[in-house]
Nanobody, 119 residues
Framework: QVQLVESGGGLVQTGGSLRLSCAAS????????MGWYRQAPGKQRELVAY???????NYADSVKGRFTISRDNAKNTMYLQMNSLKPEDTAVYYC?????????????WGQGTQVTVSS
């Protein structure tokens, strides 16, 4: 099993910055890809960015150039640096990890952290 705990959310003004962290524990050796998702009120959960075990990254078009995903394997922690925040970035942000143990894929979620961007 993999446990994920997010931190770093909060209230920020338009144009401000926040850094989210996701600390992983448990069967971390099995983790392959990690990512950040977000869900705004009344909307579906959407992918924000992901990073592979090899360091490859991918971003949603809406955050390209503003957000940076990174991963510190020594600390078992993933980060999301969010700059130039906009009100439309307001959402609950969730950490996600995909783990593979032998041939079994499992998907794990954190509890979420609220990000609110005021206009």
């Amino acid at each position: 099993q993999v446990q994920l705990v997010e931190s770093g959310g909060g209230l920020v003004q338009t144009g401000g910055s926040l850094r989210l962290s996701c600390a992983a524990s448990g069967s971390i050796f099995s983790i392959n890809t990690m990512g950040w998702y977000r869900q705004a009120p009344g909307k579906q959960r959407e992918l924000v960015a992901y990073i592979t075990s090899g360091g490859g990254t991918n971003y949603a078009d809406s955050v390209k150039g503003r957000f940076t995903i990174s991963r510190d394997n020594a600390k078992n922690t993933m980060y999301l640096q969010m700059n130039s925040l906009k009100p439309e970035d307001t959402a609950v942000y969730y950490c996600n990890a995909k783990a593979v143990l032998t041939t079994t894929l499992s998907v794990h979620w954190g509890q979420g952290t609220q990000v609110t961007v005021s206009s």
